[in-house]
């Protein structure tokens, strides 16, 4: 729901209402609408922490490392689940202005993604795989641009080649790291 309507458009009772529960019953869970965004949030970041990024870690380069990353997300994104494309994009855009707990959690977020990205990068170059002195925060940027473009040309252009595409140009980023 929350990548159909945003966190803002999540009611108490709308939740309710697709849950089976009474609308007390689910107040009396969260207590505020506030909270239940939150939850939503923490719950969305702990999937994707959880089917994401651990998998990644798991493996044993950092380039392994990086690869594994980008598939898993982009499977990620890519669920059936997601109706309405990833809720923290959605999130993203409906926060980046308004401040709050919620922006800041996410903020947090999202911080702690692009580090993973670059720590991972880091790891490429202390491997001897990437050159060094790369700049990692710039490759995490990149890295996460070209993700993000996946998610827009699969989601909002239906674009069947957006996989492929994603694929060639973290491969592309991958090799101007190495060079």
Same mark, same amino acid.
């Given at each position: 729901m929350a990548g159909v309507f945003g966190l803002e458009g999540i009611s108490i009772g709308r939740l309710a209402s697709q849950a089976g529960m009474s609308k007390s019953g689910l107040f009396g869970h969260f207590g505020s609408k506030e909270a239940l965004q939150q939850a939503i @949030?923490?719950?969305v970041v702990d999937d994707f922490k959880l089917k994401v990024i651990a998998p990644a870690l798991r493996e044993s380069t950092g380039e392994a490392r990086l690869r594994q990353l980008f598939n898993r997300w982009l499977d990620w994104a890519d669920q059936d689940f997601l109706t309405g494309g990833c809720p923290l994009m959605t999130a993203s855009v409906e926060l980046d202005d308004r401040p709050g707990e919620l922006r800041d959690y996410l903020v947090l977020q999202q911080e702690s993604w692009l580090d993973a990205i670059r720590r991972m990068a880091q790891k490429?170059?202390?491997d001897g795989v990437f050159c060094d002195g790369l700049d990692t925060k710039q490759f995490a940027f990149e890295f996460n641009s070209i993700g993000l473009g996946f998610n827009f040309a699969r989601r909002l252009l239906?674009?069947?080649r957006a996989r492929t595409r994603a694929h060639s140009a973290v491969d592309r @980023?991958?090799?101007s790291a190495k060079t």
């Open positions: @949030l923490e719950f490429a170059v202390a239906r674009d069947p @980023l991958i090799q």
